[in-house]
């Protein structure tokens, strides 16, 4: 059993930067046995892949609307995923959710697709105005 917890969400101005957090609650397991990604859902809108990173964290990749503006880390000893936001646009409103895949034969491994993953957090709003 895996929880996640998001937190770094808000309200701030087209331009600004967050940086969103994810705290994983691992049963015994060692964090960077699971590759982690971020997704978000706007209002009315499907779930969107946004960033993912490696077990190992040596390989990431992140969405083409937020490449160069977004970067996706990880800090094994804490348990935690980042993902810092920079020149927020009105468009990256939405829920944002953090997620874990078990995967320690595939440390080098990405995943982009959301129904790989096996837990999911509760998610952080992130609103941006004009």
């Known amino acids: 059993q895996v929880q996640l917890d998001e937190s770094g969400g808000g309200l701030v101005q087209a331009g600004a930067s967050l940086t969103l957090s994810c705290t994983a609650s691992l049963s015994g397991r060692a964090f960077n046995n699971y590759a982690m990604g971020w997704f978000r859902q706007a209002p009315g809108k499907a779930v969107e892949f946004v960033a993912a990173i490696s077990g190992a964290g040596t390989n990431t990749d992140h969405a083409d609307a937020v490449k160069s503006r977004f970067t996706m880390a990880r800090d094994d000893a804490k348990n935690t995923v980042y993902l810092q936001m920079n020149s927020l646009k009105l468009e990256d409103t939405a829920n944002y959710y953090c997620?874990?895949?078990?995967?320690?034969?595939?440390?080098?491994?990405?995943?982009?697709?959301?129904?790989?993953?096996?837990?999911w957090g509760q998610g952080t709003q992130v609103t941006v105005s004009s």
């Open positions: 997620t874990s895949k078990w995967a320690p034969a595939s440390p080098f491994t990405i995943y982009r697709n959301s129904n790989t993953y096996d837990y």
